[in-house]
């Protein structure tokens, strides 16, 4: 048999695995990746000096060496305004729960393995609105006493006075293990005119991201006032005190004729009371939707007649009452 050379030897045993492979060299360098969320090709980074500018989709990849040490990165754009908007540096994601995660600037970044780091921000927009009632006709903002919005993410805003309002378009929010920008939906909750609340909570809403106007629809309603005798029907010319769901009063002249009307009023409970040459007792009015108030007054002409009917019928029931007792 023909004797085997040695490095035949040594590959017969290489096959059969009786001599261990070298070791394969593990890699000098790791890869950082910085994605801004949302896309940002204007934030700016500095990486132990070194300025970073992203790419058209916010991202920056890059090799380092494969190390302990601790480099330092910077984020030097934490605030960009844009046209309509600024956005607002949050929070860096993939850092682990380190407080500098909320901070601009990173210390420990140490490049063992691979990182994926993500810059999250904030961005807020300024929305402008006004008011229209159902018929699309203009509200005053001067009657307006205040206005709440709430957002989906838990955000309250109470305005007074004011046209126009910052609100959050996007934030960030994990999602899949990532993170990703998401809308911000504002409800209305209320808008006050006179002391009542004249919207229906969570109907309307506005999205920042989409939009910079909003015009809300306020339920304004319109009530009609006949004063009329409580005998006899006849118009009575009265005052009419009306009394708002926030306490206050106004004073409204009925008319020779004893009618009044009173249009865009807000949707509530109010208080009527007359003034009158006669008598009429306040009454409650839940004002829902457009209405007629009739109200009698029992006037002094009333007055008169209800006496001397009831005077007639004492007087039949006492003459009838003798009448009896003579014949007895």
């Known amino acids: 048999m023909r004797a085997l050379t040695v490095p035949a030897v040594i590959t017969v045993l290489t096959v059969l695995g009786l001599v261990p492979q ?46 302990n040490d601790a480099h ?14 600024s956005v607002d540096f949050v929070r860096w994601f993939g850092h682990g729960e380190s407080d500098q995660g909320f901070t601009p ?4 970044l140490a490049m063992k393995h691979n990182r994926k780091l993500q810059a999250a921000f904030q961005s807020t927009r300024k929305v402008r609105y006004d008011f229209v009632d159902q018929a699309r006709n203009p509200v005053p903002v001067s009657r307006i006493t205040s206005l709440t919005l709430r957002s989906d993410s838990g955000q309250t805003h109470t ?11 996007l934030r960030p929010v994990q999602h899949g293990g990532t993170v990703v920008s998401k809308e911000v939906t504002y409800y209305l909750q209320s808008v006050v005119i006179d002391g009542a609340n004249v919207v229906n909570t969570g109907e309307q809403r506005v999205v920042p991201n989409h939009t910079s106007t909003a015009t809300f629809v306020v339920l304004l309603r ?50 009527v009371a007359v003034s009158a040459a006669g008598y009429s007792a306040p009454q409650e ?30 007087s039949g029931l006492f003459l009838f009452g003798r009448r009896r007792v003579a014949r007895s």
């Open 222 to 271: 319109s009530v009609r006032f006949q004063v009329r005798d409580l005998l006899f029907g006849g118009a009575v010319p009265a005052g009419v005190v009306l009394t708002y769901p926030d306490g206050r009063t106004e004073s409204l002249d009925a008319g020779s004729d004893g009618n009044l009307a009173v249009e865009n009023l807000a949707r509530g409970n109010y208080r």
């Open 105 to 108: 600037v990173l210390t420990d």
């Open 22 to 67: 070298p070791a394969t060299a593990a890699p000098s360098t790791r890869t950082l990746e910085i994605t801004t969320v949302p896309a940002l090709p204007s934030a700016r980074f500095v990486l132990d000096g070194q300025e970073l500018v992203p790419d058209e989709r916010g991202v920056i990849r890059l090799s380092l060496p494969r190390n």
């Open 285 to 314: 009015l839940a004002l829902s939707r457009g209405q007629y108030v009739d109200i009698r007054v029992l006037s002094y002409v009333d007055m008169v007649v209800v006496v001397v009917l009831a005077a007639l019928v004492v």
């Open 72 to 85: 330092r990165l910077e984020l030097t754009t934490p605030r960009l305004d844009q046209p309509a908007e």
């Open 159 to 169: 305005l007074r006075g004011a046209t126009e309002v910052p609100l959050t378009a």
